[in-house]
Structures are given as structure tokens and as C-alpha cells.
């Protein structure tokens, strides 16, 4: 794999997230990281999902920031791969928020997508 494919598959996460995630992993007992993965469904045809895991399965791939990690398989890291994860907090609640930039549509609420 080349710079370029491998430079297209990376994902980061702001220090926003990372806050966020290991205050929400700190607080649950056996917890040691958020996965996200991408499923078929949703409004818009691909939709994210969130958990909280104890461990790594042999696909994954971590992404470490200021004491947080993420577990993405490779299989969503497809899907994935140029996004960058951010939590954000504002007048219209509190959310995990994916900007992907291989959607070439997004629902409303941010967690649904099409490629």
C-alpha cells in the first residue's frame, strides 16, 4: 500500500473527542475504548455505530489521542478512511459527529450517510 492509500484510509479524532471519549471510557467499569463501524441502514443508506468495548478484535484499528482510543475494523475503515471524529457540544445537544469526506450525503442528525 502506497503513501497516498495509506495517508486515504487514516482517521483522526479532535481533542474534543478524545476529551470526551476517555471521560466517558473512565467512567465505565471494564471499558477501555469507543468502537465505531459502519452499517448498512440509516436515512441516507450507511449509518455509524458507537460502543463501548473492553477489547480489540484482530481487524482493528486503533487510533490513540491524549488517553483515548477508538477501534475501527478494517472492513469500516473502508468507509471511513479521511474522516476525522469530533464531539460537539452546542444549543442542539451533545454529539459524536463524523465528518467523512467520501459522503456524498448526510441525514440531518449526522449519523447516516451514502457514498
Known sequence: MGADAKTAMKVDMTEAAAKRIAKIV??????TALRVSVEGGGCSGFSYKFDLVDGRNDDDVAIEKNGATVLIDD???VYMGGSVIDFVDDLMGQSF???????????????????
Open 26 to 31: 473512565s467512567g465505565e467499569a471494564g471499558k
Open 97 to 115: 459527529q463524523i465528518r467523512n469526506p467520501n459522503a456524498v450525503a448526510s441525514c440531518g442528525c449526522g449519523t447516516s450517510f451514502s457514498i
Open 75 to 77: 472492513l469500516s475503515l
